[in-house]
């Protein structure tokens, strides 16, 4: 298993400026995820960040927009740059396990973000 | 493309009631299923999986059925407690050996003493 922390776990933006969210994982872990949850959505996945190399982007989702950092297997940030109120949502921070494939994914408690 | 569609929230149940959420998917292969539940204030976590067709789910009391004829996994549990109070959400990953997961929208359960 692991245990993930989330810094900030909320916070209130203004348009036009950027905010970094900050994922620390209590093991070390091979793949990371970024999820988006914008309201009444399901999840949807913005990156895979490995450490070591440049993140991997889903369709929709851009580096300048999302830029992310992993600089070593226990940490790892997704900065939301220039917000709209668009970007007002919950970004979640998500692990694989530390043992062989299985599947599990193992979640941070979420970042809420309200954007004016 | 994949899709994983879930009955709508909230649902409203009293202690010890019978509970079924509803969850189909769209799939063009054979997709791994999942439901993971977030409690107040915590993260997602795995609640149950299927990898395959007619496989059976199941943990602290809740089952789900990989029914592929149907596309669905319905999440169940015969005998709901407060502490059941939650967000419940289906997914699926039709890609072997990756993380990718579709998930669903999510259904919170609310759970009457």
């Known amino acids: 298993s692991a245990v993930i922390s989330q810094k900030p776990s909320r916070d209130i933006c203004q348009r036009g400026t950027s905010l970094t969210i900050q994922c620390q994982v209590d093991?070390?872990?091979?793949?990371m995820f970024w999820y988006r949850q914008q309201p009444g959505q399901s999840l949807t996945l913005i990156a895979t960040?490995?450490?070591?190399?440049?993140?991997?982007?889903e369709s929709g989702f851009v580096i300048d927009k999302f830029p992310i950092s992993r600089p070593n297997l226990t940490f790892s940030t997704l900065t939301v740059s220039n917000m709209s109120p668009e970007d007002s949502s919950i970004y979640l921070c998500s692990v694989s396990g530390t043992g062989g494939y299985t599947g599990e994914l193992f979640f941070g408690e979420g970042s809420r973000l309200t954007v004016l | 493309g994949d899709s994983v569609t879930q009955m709508e929230g909230p649902v409203t149940l009293s202690e010890e009631a019978f509970l079924t959420i509803n969850c189909t998917y769209t799939a063009t292969g054979y997709p791994s299923l999942f439901w993971y539940v977030q409690y107040p204030g915590e993260g997602l976590q795995l609640l149950l999986k299927?990898?395959?067709?007619?496989d059976k789910g199941s943990n602290k009391g809740f089952e789900a059925t990989y029914r592929k004829e149907t596309t669905s996994f319905h999440l169940e549990k015969g005998s709901v407690q407060v502490s059941d109070s939650a967000v419940y959400f289906c997914a699926l990953s039709d890609q072997p050996g990756t993380y990718k997961y579709i998930f669903g929208t999510g259904t919170r359960l609310k759970v009457l003493a």
């Open positions: 299927a990898t395959k067709a007619d």
């Open positions: 093991s070390q872990v091979t793949m």
């Open positions: 960040a490995n450490q070591g190399s440049e993140a991997t982007y």
